[in-house]
């Protein structure tokens, strides 16, 4: 248990006092019965809050779109003006430009227009030599459908899904080398709709940093964090390994800062569950100390030996440990695991209590008297206890209002 050891032992009338405040009716029991009182870690509330019932939420219709009408549905411009801007590139009535791509093939396009779109553009145009009234551009190094897709989109907007899909990589580098934010967004887009895999998510990743999609790599970076082991064998790692190696050890350290994070985040949790565990151990004492629960409560309370079930998850077992306090021959502090244990929460409710004068719970007052003989560490440690304990308890309270709230019908 997370709390303040004690080195010295209690005298032995406290233990004879907190004996005589209880009615104890003993059982046979097997001494390895004799468990942890937080062995379970359960909550309940008894408390409800009277909260008025929030007004229904809004329902949501969940309905797909489809990649090609994404942009066309958000967009004011009309469908026959689009229309007519792709069928001005499709027959390139009037064009003054050819768009030289890799396998030597050219693609008409008009220069007022490249110009207006990209500024990139528009200074290759200006320094691009004139033959015959026409221009010549080059766009290497991509597929001459990739450009065909990337210079029709220039016109309209308009592109086709499959034409995108398969040539992303490659209209993502265009859009991005030509300054074509609109273009890049779409890209983006697709790969992040499941166009990443473990094989392309290093070279993607490459990409995006050098495109200047943060997002992306983002999104990148958090996919191999996931699959760390399956991706650092694949053929685009050991590649990337050569060429790039501060690369590799930058995702090598995102990888051990996020398996930091999480044996954190798992450690956090944890500690959380022992504050409430402890929680619901105060709640069982104080009911025990001062209503009974089956064969064990004061002195003024009638005990039945009923074993219905009781509704303190830790009442159980600290039932088991209050009956072997009670019998144990070596009940000083260091002298016992079970004893040290019950002096423990012992003293943990005293530090809790606000009303010891009129506190049933065994040896209140005796630890508040012996909190001002104790050092300052242990007062501060003993006070970090109780507000990780109180802060759990509110913690609770506040996830199961807020539960209630969301699952309660709404009202007729």
């Given amino acids: 248990m997370a709390s303040a050891n004690h080195d010295s032992p209690w005298p032995s009338s406290s233990g004879e006092s907190f004996c005589g405040s209880f009615n104890i009716h003993l059982e046979e029991d097997n ?20 909260i008025p ?65 990209s500024p990139v553009l528009a200074n290759i145009l200006q320094q691009a030599k004139v033959k015959n009234g026409m221009r010549y551009i080059k ?4 597929p001459h459908q990739a450009v065909y897709a990337f210079i029709r ?68 970076v958090r996919t191999i964090i996931g699959d760390f082991k399956t991706i650092a064998s694949t053929e685009g790692w050991k590649v990337m390994k050569r060429a790039n190696p501060a690369l590799e050890q930058e995702l090598l350290e995102c990888v051990v800062e996020a398996d930091c994070r999480k044996q954190e985040r798992l450690k956090k949790i944890e500690e959380k569950k022992v504050y409430l565990q402890l929680n ?6 104080l009911h025990i100390c001062k209503d009974g629960c089956r064969t064990i409560g004061p002195r003024d309370k009638v005990l039945k030996g009923s074993q219905v ?21 070596t009940r000083i502090p260091g002298g016992c695991a079970h004893c040290k244990r ?15 004068d009129y506190c049933k719970v065994a040896l209140c007052r005796h630890f508040k008297e012996k909190m001002q003989q104790q050092t300052k560490k242990d007062e501060a440690r003993w006070k970090l206890l109780v507000s990780r304990v109180i802060a759990a308890k509110k913690s609770l309270l506040s996830s199961q209002v807020s539960a209630q709230v969301h699952c309660d019908p709404p009202p007729c």
Avoid at 32 to 46: G, H, Q, W, Y
Avoid at 72 to 87: A, L
Avoid at 139 to 142: A, E, R, S
Avoid at 342 to 356: A, G, Y
Wanted: aromatic content about 8%; proline content about 6%; charged content about 20%.
């Fill in 342 to 356: 019950m002096w423990q929460l012992l003293e943990l409710h005293s530090r809790m209590c606000n009303e010891p």
């Fill in 53 to 117: 019932k929030p007004p229904p939420f809004p329902v949501k219709s969940c309905t797909r779109i489809k990649l090609s009408n994404r942009i066309s549905d958000c967009s004011s411009i009309p469908k026959e003006t689009k229309d007519t801007w792709d069928k001005l590139f499709k027959e390139g009535y009037g064009s003054d430009v050819f768009v030289i791509t890799e396998d030597k093939s050219h693609i008409q396009a008009h220069s007022c227009v490249l110009s207006a779109v």
């Fill in 153 to 220: 989109f220039l016109y309209s907007s308009c592109y086709e899904e499959e034409a995108v899909k398969q040539h992303v990589l490659h209209l993502l580098a265009l859009s991005h080398s030509y300054s074509i934010p609109s273009l890049k967004r779409v890209c983006i887009y697709v790969l992040e709709q499941g166009w990443l895999t473990k094989e392309n998510v290093i070279d993607v990743l490459q990409l995006a940093r050098n495109c200047d999609a943060p997002r992306l790599s983002f999104i990148c």
């Fill in 139 to 142: 766009v290497l190094g991509v």
């Fill in 309 to 329: 079930a009781c509704r303190f998850p830790a009442c159980k077992g600290l039932e088991m440990l209050v009956r072997h306090f009670s019998s144990c021959k």
């Fill in 31 to 50: 001494p390895a019965d004799i468990l942890p009182v937080l062995e379970v870690p359960s909550t309940s509330v008894s408390s409800k809050c009277h």
């Fill in 280 to 285: 619901e151990a105060m709640e069982a004492l």
